[in-house]
């Protein structure tokens, strides 16, 4: 889906938490079709330099970090996307800054964009108790663990949350990611409110 004319986000920071591991599709399409509707995305992992990607089970591309997880600020940034990933998602959910970045984010009702298996940080930050959401299939017995509801859908969205479980998802996920993010949009000075 092509999102070059929409600049519904425009002004709005997004902070992408990563580390080595993540599925690279889901880092780089989520990421660009956010850039196309406008808003400053900001890769964030736990060290400097460089991260390797995934493609499943095969080494794929490094990416630059934007800022090291111990050097961003939750009150930079206006939403959080979390790629999968296996391995990423299984080292990132370890960090307790990555635990703490999204611990914020929630308790300040900033919207958080999730699939595959990043909804492990969510439940090793205490997230997921009475929360809607879905998955990469083979972590639901870690939701339903942590007292959260899972249900095997495309896109789940729960209040700030929007959840998908795969690749395959990723049309509708990042269709419902800006949308969700577009409703908690920061207004630019002189913008009327809609």
Known sequence: MAYENDKSLEGTRVAILATDGVEQVELTEPRKALDQAGAHTTLIAPKAGKIKAMNHDQLADEFDVDVALDQANPEDFDAVLLPGGAMNADSLR????AQEFVRYMD??????????????????AGLVDGRTLTSYHTIQDDIRNADGQWIDKEIVRDQNWVSSRQPSDLPIFNQEMIKLFSEHRPRVAGEKAA
């Open 107 to 124: 308790d300040s009702g900033k919207p958080i964009a999730v699939i595959c298996h990043g909804p492990w940080l969510l439940v090793s």
């Open 94 to 97: 370890m960090e307790n800054s």
